[in-house]
Protein backbone atom coordinates (compact mmCIF):
# COMPACT_ATOMS: atom_id res chain seq x y z
CA UNK A 1 0.00 0.00 0.00
CA UNK A 2 1.64 3.57 -0.95
CA UNK A 3 2.02 6.26 1.47
CA UNK A 4 0.27 9.74 1.54
CA UNK A 5 3.50 10.86 0.38
CA UNK A 6 3.77 8.52 -2.99
CA UNK A 7 0.30 9.59 -3.61
CA UNK A 8 1.15 13.03 -3.51
CA UNK A 9 3.93 12.35 -5.04
CA UNK A 10 1.77 10.51 -8.01
CA UNK A 11 -0.67 13.22 -8.28
CA UNK A 12 -3.39 11.26 -6.87
CA UNK A 13 -3.87 13.53 -3.77
CA UNK A 14 -3.37 17.39 -4.57
CA UNK A 15 -0.08 19.15 -3.12
CA UNK A 16 1.81 22.44 -3.84
CA UNK A 17 5.15 21.55 -5.05
CA UNK A 18 8.50 23.22 -4.78
CA UNK A 19 10.60 21.20 -6.33
CA UNK A 20 11.02 18.03 -8.08
CA UNK A 21 13.84 15.70 -9.67
CA UNK A 22 14.36 12.03 -10.32
CA UNK A 23 14.95 11.54 -6.74
CA UNK A 24 12.50 13.31 -4.67
CA UNK A 25 10.23 16.17 -3.98
CA UNK A 26 9.73 19.16 -2.09
CA UNK A 27 6.04 20.43 -1.35
CA UNK A 28 4.39 22.74 1.57
CA UNK A 29 3.77 21.16 4.79
CA UNK A 30 -0.23 20.82 4.93
CA UNK A 31 -0.56 21.25 8.47
CA UNK A 32 2.59 23.29 8.99
CA UNK A 33 3.44 24.61 12.57
CA UNK A 34 4.88 28.06 11.19
CA UNK A 35 4.66 29.45 8.01
CA UNK A 36 6.63 28.17 5.37
CA UNK A 37 6.78 24.83 6.31
CA UNK A 38 7.84 22.60 3.89
CA UNK A 39 8.52 18.96 2.87
CA UNK A 40 11.30 16.92 1.21
CA UNK A 41 10.63 13.31 0.64
CA UNK A 42 12.31 10.20 -1.46
CA UNK A 43 10.50 8.99 -4.05
CA UNK A 44 11.39 5.56 -3.43
CA UNK A 45 9.20 4.53 -0.25
CA UNK A 46 11.66 3.73 2.80
CA UNK A 47 10.51 4.01 5.96
CA UNK A 48 13.60 4.14 7.94
CA UNK A 49 16.39 6.75 6.96
CA UNK A 50 19.40 4.86 7.76
CA UNK A 51 18.18 2.61 5.05
CA UNK A 52 18.76 4.63 2.50
CA UNK A 53 21.37 4.64 -0.46
CA UNK A 54 24.35 6.98 0.31
CA UNK A 55 23.36 8.58 -2.94
CA UNK A 56 20.28 9.41 -1.85
CA UNK A 57 20.37 10.40 1.54
CA UNK A 58 23.01 12.82 0.37
CA UNK A 59 20.79 14.52 -2.70
CA UNK A 60 17.90 14.67 -0.28
CA UNK A 61 20.34 16.79 2.41
CA UNK A 62 21.50 18.83 -0.47
CA UNK A 63 18.49 19.26 -1.74
CA UNK A 64 17.03 20.27 1.95
CA UNK A 65 19.61 22.49 1.82
CA UNK A 66 18.59 24.66 -1.32
CA UNK A 67 14.93 24.97 -0.08
CA UNK A 68 15.89 25.71 3.23
CA UNK A 69 18.13 28.60 1.39
CA UNK A 70 15.33 29.42 -0.59
CA UNK A 71 13.15 29.84 2.09
CA UNK A 72 14.89 31.93 4.15
CA UNK A 73 14.99 34.37 1.63
CA UNK A 74 12.21 34.42 0.35
CA UNK A 75 9.81 34.13 3.67
CA UNK A 76 12.86 36.43 5.98
CA UNK A 77 13.64 33.40 8.14
CA UNK A 78 16.93 33.88 10.58
CA UNK A 79 17.29 30.19 10.20
CA UNK A 80 15.45 27.03 9.02
CA UNK A 81 15.20 23.90 11.67
CA UNK A 82 15.65 20.74 9.84
CA UNK A 83 14.08 17.56 11.36
CA UNK A 84 14.21 13.96 9.63
CA UNK A 85 11.22 11.92 10.44
CA UNK A 86 9.56 8.87 9.33
CA UNK A 87 7.44 7.92 12.27
CA UNK A 88 3.82 9.10 11.74
CA UNK A 89 4.17 8.66 7.64
CA UNK A 90 6.66 5.49 7.07
CA UNK A 91 8.42 7.14 4.31
CA UNK A 92 12.04 9.15 4.19
CA UNK A 93 11.13 12.53 4.76
CA UNK A 94 12.47 15.95 5.79
CA UNK A 95 10.76 18.87 7.66
CA UNK A 96 12.04 22.14 7.17
CA UNK A 97 10.60 24.80 9.51
CA UNK A 98 11.65 28.48 8.53
CA UNK A 99 12.00 30.14 11.95
CA UNK A 100 11.61 34.50 11.49
CA UNK A 101 12.88 35.36 15.34
CA UNK A 102 14.80 32.05 17.01
CA UNK A 103 14.95 34.12 20.26
CA UNK A 104 10.75 33.92 20.60
CA UNK A 105 10.86 30.60 22.67
CA UNK A 106 10.15 28.16 19.82
CA UNK A 107 10.78 24.67 20.63
CA UNK A 108 11.14 21.56 19.01
CA UNK A 109 8.25 20.21 20.47
CA UNK A 110 5.92 23.33 19.77
CA UNK A 111 7.00 22.97 15.77
CA UNK A 112 6.12 19.06 15.86
CA UNK A 113 2.68 19.07 17.33
CA UNK A 114 0.40 21.36 14.89
CA UNK A 115 -2.85 19.61 13.29
CA UNK A 116 -4.12 22.49 12.12
CA UNK A 117 -4.64 22.47 8.25
CA UNK A 118 -3.27 25.68 6.16
CA UNK A 119 -5.73 27.16 3.15
CA UNK A 120 -4.28 25.92 0.04
CA UNK A 121 -4.70 29.25 -1.55
CA UNK A 122 -1.81 30.30 1.41
CA UNK A 123 0.09 27.48 0.40
CA UNK A 124 0.45 27.90 -3.30
CA UNK A 125 1.68 31.60 -2.66
CA UNK A 126 3.96 30.34 -0.26
CA UNK A 127 5.22 27.73 -3.14
CA UNK A 128 5.79 30.34 -5.64
CA UNK A 129 7.83 32.91 -3.02
CA UNK A 130 10.36 29.73 -2.61
CA UNK A 131 10.37 28.26 -6.41
CA UNK A 132 11.31 31.91 -6.88
CA UNK A 133 14.22 31.85 -5.12
CA UNK A 134 16.25 28.44 -5.91
Request: proline share 3%; charged share 25%; net charge negative.
Amino acid sequence: MSTIFTQIINREIPGHFIYEDETCVAIMDKFPAVEGQSIIILKEEIDYAFDMAESDYNHLFKVAKQIARASDVALKAERTCLVVEGFEVPHVHIKLYPIKNVTDGTSLNSLTSNFEEAEDITLSELAQKIKAEL
